[in-house]
């Protein structure tokens, strides 16, 4: 069980985190290098990082849904696929070194940020879908649940893009959505982790309150305020994340 004040670190933690992740996702850069700081095998931090997590992912969805930016009975087969490529993806991870990709994803990050700054209009207003919704589903439910079930950094980033572009979504409906797919992939993770016996639950329950609370606020900020508040968040965790991918990268 963590001290006191332990107790009030990881609260406060995942409140500032589930705030974050709501709302440009990333909060896993914040949450996972507390978790490391209370010891134990990195195994384990990666466990109650995922359990943690779904209480924001969860509690945002939720919140999306009730302001009706997110319609649930159309996630499931997202849900559905993004839980499949999750597993695979946890499973993965302890057989395939994931260091490639920490050159791989920042550069992709990269391009994310450059094409946001090259069209400040994009996610303003809804467009046209360029797939069907099923096509859409199978192809980045397997492949981003895959990845996040695997490596991790990035995948609200991703998952939003991926709605915006493909979709056709505004910036407001496409972080809904993610909150979604990223709710499905944390509680494969979590689950699989669970079992191995490589989750901290008092610490990760902790932490889980602040982050109900966090995504709430969020998610609400996002609901009333639109895509001119999400873009500057947006593209700031998108910047952070990537530097601390290179940083990792380059000097770990």
């Not at 406060?12 to 095998?41: C, M, N, R, W, Y």
């Not at 499973?91 to 700054?117: E, F, M």
């Not at 998952?159 to 407001?172: C, R, S, Y």
């Not at 609370?213 to 305020?225: C, D």
Request: glycine share 14%; charged share 10%.
């Amino acid at each position: 069980m963590p001290e006191l004040w332990q107790m009030a670190l990881l609260l406060a933690t995942g409140l500032v985190a589930g705030f974050v992740d709501a709302i440009a996702g990333g909060g896993g850069l914040i949450t996972l290098p507390i978790i490391l700081s209370l010891g134990g095998d990195p195994q384990s931090a990666l466990g109650t990082n995922k359990f943690q997590a779904m209480f924001g992912s969860g509690s945002a969805s939720w919140h999306y849904a009730r302001a009706g930016a997110v319609d649930l009975s159309d996630c499931g087969r997202g849900v559905g696929l993004t839980f499949i490529g999750a597993l695979v993806g946890t499973l993965g991870v302890r057989q395939i070194s994931p260091n490639t990709l920490k050159i791989i994803i920042p550069l992709l990050l990269i391009a994310v940020a450059v094409y946001l700054l090259r069209h400040p209009q994009l996610g303003e207003t809804e467009r046209g879908a360029r797939m069907s919704r099923a096509r859409f589903d199978l192809t980045f439910g397997l492949l981003l649940g895959f990845y996040d079930g695997f490596f991790g950094p990035g995948t609200g980033t991703f998952w939003t893009m991926a709605f915006v572009l493909a979709m056709g979504f505004n910036l407001t409906r496409a972080t809904g959505y993610t909150k979604a797919m990223n709710f499905s992939s944390n509680v494969c993770s979590f689950l699989l982790f669970a079992l191995a016996g490589k989750v901290n639950y008092s610490a990760g329950a902790v932490m889980g309150i602040g982050q109900l609370l966090g995504a709430r606020f969020g998610s609400q900020m996002v609901i009333t305020r639109g895509t001119k508040f999400i873009r500057p968040v947006f593209l700031t965790v998108v910047l952070t994340i990537t530097g601390k991918l290179l940083y990792d990268a380059c000097f770990k």
